[in-house]
């Protein structure tokens, strides 16, 4: 079953701009982690936040975590082409180890 | 380093025969997931081997589902005999035992007819 659900679906942006994606989830959580998956290929991790962090950094990714709304953003600053990909939420229970993926955002980025 | 190998790329079957899905871990990765990915949704957790042994296989439908990881390296994943539902992308992922990051494999693209 899934566990996170994101918003949006579907993102399409201009280069340049930044993208936000947004996730949900419904249980406790040990972290929430983003990854990435370009069309026909396999997920790549971006980003991992614990439940004790409220904000982190990778390069042009900026990641949040609101554990009282049970929520999480992904925001992609300055767009390329090459962002557009399938963005994953996903989370790792309190009570257990199992990594649960939500349904995705799809990001196109027109050059 | 090598990342997760995966085999076939892409698979083409009539419903009632079986397949099965080959998975080559990064080396050293003690911990072996196999996903399914349907269109448009997330990956869904089959199993999760911790070396040879399967630690979670509760989502894995044994009626026609099954894997292997002989000497805790390479996994086998088999479906028998396989139904129109069962067209998806199967992924595998791998993990080194003490990290949080999965590592996953281009997977593999099943269509049965």
């Known amino acids: 079953s899934q566990q996170g659900e994101e918003d949006p679906q579907a993102l399409s942006i201009q280069e340049g701009e930044n993208a936000t994606m947004n996730c949900s989830y419904k249980t406790s959580i040990n972290n929430l982690q983003w990854y990435r998956q370009n069309s026909g290929r396999g997920l790549v991790h971006l980003i991992l936040?614990?439940?004790?962090?409220r904000e982190k950094h990778s390069g042009r990714l900026r990641v949040t975590l609101d554990t009282s709304k049970k929520s999480s953003s992904l925001l992609i600053t300055a767009s390329r082409a090459a962002d557009t990909a399938s963005y994953f939420c996903?989370?790792?229970?309190?009570?257990?180890?199992?990594?649960?993926f939500g349904e995705g955002t799809q990001l196109t980025v027109n050059p | 380093e090598a990342g997760v190998v995966q085999s076939p790329r892409y698979k083409i079957i009539e419903k009632k025969q079986p397949v099965a899905f080959w998975c080559n871990p990064i080396s050293g990765h003690n911990t072996l997931y196999w996903y399914r990915q349907n269109l448009g949704q997330g990956p869904e957790l089959l199993i999760r081997y911790e070396n040879e042994e399967a630690v979670d296989d509760s989502q894995l439908p044994k009626d026609r589902f099954s894997a292997e990881r002989l000497k805790g390296v390479d996994s086998t994943l088999k479906i028998q005999p396989a139904e129109l539902g069962d067209s998806a992308v199967y992924l595998c992922?791998?993990?080194?035992?003490?990290?949080?990051?999965?590592?996953f494999g281009p997977g593999t693209r099943l269509t049965v007819l």
């Open positions: 996903a989370t790792v229970e309190t009570s257990g180890s199992r990594l649960t």
């Open positions: 936040i614990r439940s004790n962090e």
């Open positions: 992922a791998s993990q080194s035992g003490s990290a949080d990051t999965q590592y």
